[in-house]
């Protein structure tokens, strides 16, 4: 139907009505799974909260088919800007700069209320998605002594979590989340599916159950990989039918993500065949290794930093938000280091 469609497009609708048509059926197609027929509707010129859109529907859909890391990219850009409402046309943000008549336009530009993404149930795709992506990087980078930060927006959730006093049961969708990291941290799969598939948001899809079957997968296999990392130290072999046991996997499963994990040199361990067990090499770092790694990351820290403020440079004072002034505050700004200036001169020449 969706191929009819785009037929019936292309013989009515002039090159404006076509381009924001071709948009509308991929998204169409992006919600009903079929990837490879959208992605060729939307490439194409396209107006940029069409494309917003569209990008979050592909995001949505990579989730279900159960491509994790593609859906956190394509997810990270519009969740990451703390105003995806705006990006997505689905409200304003209040802003003092803003003239009546640009703010008519703006509202012009809305999306019916019918045509909504639910903001929640994208939140939820893309904080899941980071979870299954950052803990197992976080339990190996804890044994490696470096660590790169993958989703900032989900790093800020568990700091807010940690600097409470008091914490209770998980009442909203972050809070299941958060909870959930936690029980992944401690290799703890089943509380931690039970705190994920008990959000609400997850019922706005159009075929729940697949999706929190492919979910169920997802946190066995990334929390056997956590637990290997976080207590790899501690054993010198392990089991392959042990862990199949305690994750409830198949035995074919394990041995394919234990490998994966040897070969990408993740885990420093071998496969002995005959007795079904890995075998762990403990080797940890000397001193000068460490401080060497240290050295590194402290490196990388400052070469963003000194690109940010670069960055800055090059856009000035009147591109950086919140640093708009008005012409009186700028003259009187001046007027101070003018001042401060001849009182420099002036001390210097006494």
Excluded at 143 to 160: A, C, D, N, V, Y
């Amino acid at each position: 139907m969706i191929k009819d469609a785009h037929d019936f497009v292309w013989c009515v609708c002039p090159q404006i009505l076509y381009n924001r048509a071709l948009v509308q059926l991929g998204m169409c197609a992006f919600r009903h799974g079929m990837i490879k027929d959208a992605h060729d509707f939307v490439w194409c010129v396209c107006p940029q909260i069409l494309y917003n859109r569209a990008l979050v529907q592909l995001g949505m859909c990579a989730f279900r088919h159960g491509m994790i890391k593609d859906a956190h990219d394509e997810l990270l850009d519009i969740q990451s800007s703390g105003r995806s409402k705006e990006l997505l046309a689905q409200g304003l943000i209040a802003r003092h700069d803003r003239t009546p008549e640009q703010e008519k336009l703006e509202r012009r530009r809305q999306i019916p209320f019918h045509m909504h993404i639910n903001l929640e149930l994208m939140e939820c795709v893309y904080l899941t998605s980071a979870m299954l992506l950052e803990i197992p990087y976080i339990a190996a980078a804890e044994t490696e002594g470096r660590r790169r930060m993958i989703s900032k927006s989900f790093h800020h959730q568990l700091k807010h979590h940690e600097k409470q006093l008091l914490v209770g049961p998980p009442e909203s969708m972050r809070e299941h989340v958060v909870a959930a990291t936690h029980s992944m941290k401690r290799g703890d799969w089943r509380q931690c599916k039970e705190y994920i598939l008990s959000i609400k948001a997850w019922d706005l899809f159009i075929d729940v159950e697949p999706v929190k079957t492919l979910l169920t997968r997802k946190i066995q296999e990334e929390t056997l990989r956590t637990y290997i990392f976080a207590y790899g130290e501690i054993y010198d072999t392990l089991s392959l039918q042990s862990l199949s046991d305690m994750f409830e996997l198949p035995l074919k499963s394990v041995l394919s993500i234990v490998s994966k994990m040897i070969i990408k040199e993740e885990l420093l361990a071998s496969l002995d065949e005959p007795t079904q067990t890995i075998v762990l090499h403990h080797a940890k770092p000397s001193k000068v290794q460490s401080q060497a790694i240290l050295l590194a990351e402290k490196i990388g820290m400052l070469a963003e930093h000194n690109e940010e403020l670069m960055k800055l440079k090059h856009a000035g004072p009147w591109n950086v938000p919140g640093s708009q002034q008005t012409g009186s505050s700028r003259q009187q700004q001046s007027g101070w280091g003018q001042s401060n200036r001849n009182f420099r001169r002036g001390v210097q020449v006494q």
